[in-house]
């Protein structure tokens, strides 16, 4: 069984930055995609950033230019550097490690920038 756990999230004024950051079990370049949403109570989850096992990475409009996806395949690891948070970033964001057609999901993290 595949485990996915996040931390790094907490409380942060708007413009401050925070790392998340995910660990999955056994090794994640084994993982077709690993990548990061958000979902609050008013929104559907919703994609914010993913990347490839070959490094490709895609954003979310909403984040482009302020959040960058990384991974560290020694460590197992997957970042999620966010700055310039925005009070509409607030949401709990989940880790998601993808593979032959199966998704895994961390517990989520929640972040909450205050304005």
């Known amino acids: 069984q595949v485990q996915v756990v996040e931390s790094g999230g907490g409380l942060v004024q708007a413009g401050g930055s925070l790392r998340l950051s995910c660990v999955a079990s056994g090794s994640i370049a084994s993982f077709n995609r690993m990548g990061w949403y958000r979902q609050t109570p008013e929104k559907a989850r919703e994609l914010v950033a993913a990347?490839?096992?070959?490094?490709?990475?895609n954003y979310a409009d909403s984040v482009k230019g302020r959040f960058a996806i990384s991974r560290d395949n020694a460590k197992n690891t997957v970042y999620l550097q966010m700055n310039s948070l925005k009070p509409e970033d607030t949401a709990v964001y989940y880790c998601n490690a993808y593979r032959y057609s199966a998704d895994y999901w961390g517990q989520g993290t929640q972040v909450t920038v205050a304005s």
């Open positions: 990347i490839s096992s070959g490094g490709t990475t």
